[in-house]
Nanobody, 123 residues
């Protein structure tokens, strides 16, 4: 099994910054893409940003120019730098990873989610 552990959430005022981290562990062969999603109370989970193994990034329109996603492939870790946070950004942020790993002695695809880290923007 591939496990994802997020960190870096917390309380921040509007206009402030936070940096989220997500580390993947397990019998990983390759991670093709990692991403961050957010889910506000009563809302569906939505994509914030993603990055492929080749470094191609994708952002939700609402965060372009303010958030930056990056990854350290050697550490199987993805980061999300969030600047100029707005009050409507309060949500649980989840990490997602897709790739291949060894399971029961064979190569299998995986898609894993982290437990989430809470980001609260308050004034």
């Amino acid at each position: 099994q591939v496990q994802l552990v997020e960190s870096g959430g917390g309380l921040v005022q509007p206009g402030g910054s936070l940096r989220l981290s997500c580390a993947a562990s397990g019998s990983i062969i390759r991670i093709n893409a990692m991403g961050w999603y957010r889910q506000a109370p009563g809302k569906q989970r939505e994509l914030v940003a993603s990055i492929t193994s080749g470094g191609t990034t994708n952002y939700a329109d609402s965060v372009k120019g303010r958030f930056t996603i990056s990854r350290d492939s050697a550490k199987n870790t993805v980061y999300l730098q969030m600047n100029s946070l707005k009050a409507d950004r309060t949500a649980m942020y989840y990490c997602n990873a897709q790739g291949s790993h060894v399971l029961y002695g064979s190569t299998q695809r995986f898609q894993s989610w982290g437990q989430g880290t809470q980001v609260t923007v308050f004034s």
